[in-house]
Structure formats: structure tokens, C-alpha cells
């Protein structure tokens, strides 16, 4: 078991992480905060270099892997499957190694990230989808073909807009390839019950996973959805993360996505301006209502709300759109600036950006999180 940031080469003989055989000499990045199972299929050297934080610990093969991988090997190419559980109970990793295994058994498989706290493939606040045609060691490694902001990283503030969202995913969906689905982890309650019961009937699961010690509840609670749901154990090696760690991760993946950003104007006759989550009459008295929501956190309350964000770069996390609504990116919106008739972003994209939907989190440039409006 090795917890990132790290690298490791098979220097000699075979070895998987999560059902995906690792390529003798070829350097494989362990991200920081995750924890990745390397499992020797016969005796095999490997050269390790352990970052900061980062841990290495030999452990034998956990019994709860071995029902994992009974169940996933008893998935068909016609199965969407729904990975759920509460916090840390390991739903991306059975996710990770169910992906690998319909690959390695069809050739494709879809994964669906639906938890916009816990992304991987898309920058957080962003929920998305991936067609996966060969093994993968992270599904960081993915190339999402569907994104959809959401605005926050709460499971329970985005709720319905991740509900609308998967609507239209399922409308283009391939029946005949595989899919997984890897939730979020708000499981207690009516509310995330009836959301999840949602998800699985719109996405048309036909059966799910539930991992945990909350999962025959979760299963009492969700067995009116009409779908098969099947409790398993979580494995004991799960790295538990708190709350401070799992916002370094999500701000270790803003700045991956954020890239080398800059200041940019673009005229206000070139954009069109929204936001996401409640309705305002206008998204510029939205972004004022923020600034002075957020004024105490930002410690900018003697200061002008938008130049003093352009100066210390700081926005609201927005979404990029070209000209043909096709969603280019993430940058932050730090205002307007009237007499110019211009807008103001942070922004590593270059020209195109023709709308700009407006998020519910306030980021710096090195995507650190400041402020949330939930």
C-alpha cells in the first residue's frame, strides 16, 4: 500500500494497481492523498520514490479485495452499476478496478464521477464522464468527453443540479457498453436517499454496490429504487482522510486545472454572463452579494470588491463556454470594470471565451479554497 505523492517502476516481473498491469520500466505517478494497492502477481522488484508525507506499508491481501472482485467479475457488458457508500468506505477504488476489469473482459466501459467534492478526471465542481478502452492505474488519467459544473463541492447544495445533469447524460449514453457510476458519499438522511434513488432510476442502473458499515441500511433504505443492490464490507486498508485532507486534494486538482493563469478582459459585448444554483436578477448583483457574503473570509472589507480581487487574484470559479457552448475550461472571476466595458478573469485559456457561468466558490490562482456560499 502506498500513499502518494510517489512513483513506482516495475523494474522486474508483474504487478497491478487496481486490476491494471503495470508496464515494466514505464514510471507510474501515485498522486498525493491517495492510497494505491500494489498487488505483486509473482515475485517482482519495483523502484519507489516517496515523496513528501507519502508512506509505504506491506500488507497482506485484504479478504474483503477478494468479494470485490467475485462481485465485479459477475458484471455483464449490458450493467450500469452504482458504486455507493458513505465517506472513505472506498467507492473509487472498487470503481477504479471494476472499469479495469470490464475493459480488460469488453474493451470500453464508461465511468460516471458524480461526487463534485471528489474529482478526479474533472476540476471539483464539476461532475463528469469518461469512456475508458484500456486499463488505468487512476482514473485521473481519463479524458472526460462530458462535463457539467455543478458550482459547489457539497453533494447536498448541488443535488438537483447534478440530478438535471445526469438527465441529459442519459439521453447519449451507448446502451451497449458497460457503465459505472462512482457517487458522492451523502448518504444520511431523506434527502440524499430520495437523491440517490433518483440517480440510479434516471441513469437506468441495473444493479448497485454499497460499501460500508452503513450499507444494509442504505440498502433497506434504497430497495424501493426496484434495482439490485448487493452490500459488501469496506476494505480495512482504506486510507481515512479528514477534512483538511480532502480539501488539499481538491485544491492539489484545482491547480492541475487552473494551469498558469492570467489576467484577462474580455468586452462585455463578447460574453454572456450567468450563474449556477439560486436565481439573482442580474449576475452582476449576484457577484456583489458574494464579495460582501465573503468580505470577512477574503479580508477585503476596506477594499473595493473587484479591484482588490484582480490584485491578489482571487474569483469566484467560473466555467468557460466558446461560441459553440463548448465548455473550455475553469478560470476565476474577479469582476467588471464599467468604464471599460470589460469583464475581468483569471484564465490560463487565451481567446474564445464567449460565456461564462458563474460558480458559488471563491479560489485563488493556486487553487487555494477561500470561501464557499453554501
Not at 523494474?11 to 494497492?37: E, S, V
Not at 475508458?132 to 443540479?161: C, I, M, R, Y
Not at 442519459?170 to 438522511?189: C, F, L, N
Request: aromatic residues 8%; neutral net charge.
Amino acid at each position: 500500500m502506498v500513499d502518494g505523492p510517489a512513483t513506482i517502476t516495475v523494474l522486474n516481473g508483474t504487478a497491478n494497481i487496481y486490476n491494471c498491469l503495470l508496464t515494466p520500466r514505464k514510471t507510474y505517478l501515485l498522486r498525493p492523498w491517495r492510497r494505491y494497492p500494489i498487488q505483486a502477481e509473482t515475485n517482482t522488484t519495483i523502484q519507489l520514490s516517496l515523496g513528501e508525507e507519502a508512506a509505504a506499508n506491506i500488507v497482506d491481501t485484504d479478504e474483503t479485495i477478494h468479494t470485490w472482485l467475485e462481485n465485479i467479475n459477475e458484471l455483464t457488458e449490458r450493467d450500469v452499476t452504482a458504486v455507493l457508500g458513505g465517506v472513505d468506505t472506498g467507492k473509487t477504488a472498487f470503481a477504479t478496478t471494476a472499469v479495469n476489469t470490464l475493459v480488460k473482459k469488453y474493451g470500453r466501459c464508461y465511468v460516471v464521477s458524480l461526487d463534485p467534492g471528489q474529482t478526479y478526471f474533472t476540476p471539483p465542481t464539476v461532475i463528469g464522464a469518461a469512456l475508458a478502452n484500456k486499463p488505468v492505474h487512476d482514473l485521473s488519467e481519463l479524458k472526460p468527453f462530458w462535463q457539467k459544473p455543478v458550482g459547489s463541492t457539497s453533494a447536498a447544495s448541488t443535488a438537483s443540479l447534478v440530478a438535471d445533469s445526469v438527465h441529459e447524460l442519459s439521453q447519449t449514453a451507448d446502451k451497449k457498453t458497460p457503465a459505472v457510476i462512482d457517487m458522492d458519499g451523502w448518504v444520511e438522511g431523506p434527502a440524499a436517499i430520495a437523491h440517490k434513488t433518483i440517480i440510479l432510476k434516471t441513469l437506468a442502473c441495473t444493479r448497485a454496490i454499497i460499501l460500508g458499515d452503513e450499507a444494509q441500511t442504505l440498502k433497506e433504505q434504497l430497495d424501493p429504487a426496484g434495482i439490485p443492490l448487493k452490500p459488501l464490507a469496506a476494505s480495512k486498508h482504506v486510507k481515512k482522510r479528514d477534512f483538511t485532507d480532502r480539501k488539499k486534494i481538491r485544491e492539489w486538482v484545482f491547480r492541475k486545472f487552473l494551469g498558469q493563469p492570467s489576467l484577462k478582459m474580455i468586452p462585455t459585448s463578447w460574453v454572456q454572463l450567468k450563474t449556477l444554483g439560486r436565481a439573482h436578477s442580474s449576475t452582476y448583483e449576484f457577484f456583489m452579494e458574494a464579495v460582501k457574503t465573503a468580505s470577512t473570509a477574503l479580508n477585503m472589507l476596506d477594499e473595493s470588491g473587484g479591484n482588490a480581487l484582480c490584485k491578489r487574484r482571487i474569483g469566484l470559479v467560473a466555467y468557460l463556454y466558446d461560441m459553440a457552448e463548448q465548455y473550455l475550461g475553469i478560470g476565476l472571476f474577479c469582476g467588471y470594470d464599467a468604464e471599460k466595458g470589460v469583464v475581468k478573469i483569471v484564465s490560463s485559456k487565451d481567446e474564445g471565451v464567449r460565456k461564462i457561468i458563474l460558480g458559488r466558490l471563491f479560489l485563488s490562482a493556486e487553487g487555494d479554497e477561500l470561501y464557499q456560499l453554501d
